[in-house]
């Protein structure tokens, strides 16, 4: 199965590779000297690229602008508490380079759609850049050595952002989370390990990088992903010309484009409702940049449009107003 023409169900595509250097304890371990020395050893490992990069110290950046960043996937919701982290965002914000989040260096590109091999490309680019100029933990044994016990090997995790509408309808998440521990494989919340899925949104990522190589792990995550697609699919197949299927999306977007007020979890059902209904051509007349919405109208992305910190009454004022011009 071609993943490649399933993007409606594939939001988006991520790797990451976790690295270490060898001369400094685990970031766990280390002060804020230490901190600051692993940020200027990256810096400078950095130099033939610089002017890819802005520079971001997480200690000068506000809660708001932390929050947006959690919300737009460039940190981790961990990494938002963390001392001594810090972030280099290349200029199209298609990589970033996080230091001393659980891991000195976590190589990080996300790009739209089902790309996962142009993920690994740039992510492998820039791991090669820092490797000739920093030496890394490594064994022989056992490959790149990291904080967690499941990241060692080739510390890669691969990950895809899949829109499941109908399996969360079906109530079959749980058991296809099952199904794919079997597999070395885990399906997640939007913001990964922890985190709640919003708007029928999950991210499924192997669990093990230790015995297998970058490309065995990546194509196991290719064929499991084909495999959950046909299932959604089949699901979306069978609800095809159902009035009352078709009354929810049309609900939905009619909510979307006249309400005056409402919460994040309910505006993002209503866009999960939007995008299947866009997907399923119930909808036309729309483009599919639903996602996109879906980030813009996350709290922290609220309040950095605002200026200010809004409470929630007036966020989700604010809210509605956005989906009004947007969806208008």
Do not use: W
Not at 44 to 54: H, R, Y
């Amino acid at each position: 199965m071609n993943i490649n023409d399933n993007s409606s169900i594939i939001v988006s595509s991520r790797i990451r590779l976790a690295r270490n250097l060898a001369e400094f304890p685990f970031p766990h371990r280390i002060g804020p000297k230490e901190g600051r020395m692993i940020t200027e050893r990256v810096r400078e490992a950095l130099a033939p690229v610089k002017n890819q990069f802005t520079f971001v110290n997480m200690a000068d950046v506000d809660q708001v602008t932390k929050l947006a960043l959690v919300e737009n996937h460039i940190i981790s919701p961990a990494m938002t508490e963390k001392k001594n982290t810090s972030l280099f965002i290349q200029s199209d914000n298609k990589a970033e380079i996080l230091i001393n989040e659980e891991d000195h260096i976590r190589i990080q590109t996300v790009f739209s759609g089902a790309d996962i091999d142009g993920c690994y490309s740039l992510a492998d680019k820039l791991d090669d850049l820092l490797n000739e100029r920093l030496m890394f933990a490594f064994s022989d044994k056992y490959g790149y050595l990291t904080a967690c016990l499941t990241n060692t090997g080739t510390g890669l995790r691969a990950s895809f952002m899949l829109h499941l509408p109908m399996l969360e309808k079906q109530n079959r998440i749980k058991s296809l989370q099952n199904e794919l521990s079997r597999y070395g494989m885990v399906i997640r919340g939007i913001y990964g390990e922890g985190s709640e899925p919003l708007g029928s949104l999950y991210q499924v990522s192997n669990q093990i990088t230790l015995g297998k190589s970058e490309t065995e792990i990546i194509d196991e995550l290719k064929n499991i992903t084909g495999q959950i697609i046909k299932r959604e699919e089949a699901l979306r197949e069978k609800i095809k010309g159902d009035m009352n299927f078709a009354d929810s999306i049309y609900r939905s977007l009619g909510i979307l484009r006249y309400c005056k007020k409402i919460s994040g979890s309910e505006a993002m059902g209503h866009l999960s409702n939007l995008k299947l209904g866009i997907s399923s051509g119930i909808i036309t007349g729309i483009k599919d940049n639903i996602y996109n919405i879906m980030v813009d109208i996350q709290s922290g992305n609220v309040a950095k449009r605002a200026g200010d910190l809004p409470d929630s009454d007036r966020r989700d004022i604010l809210r509605a107003e956005y989906l009004n011009k947007t969806l208008k």
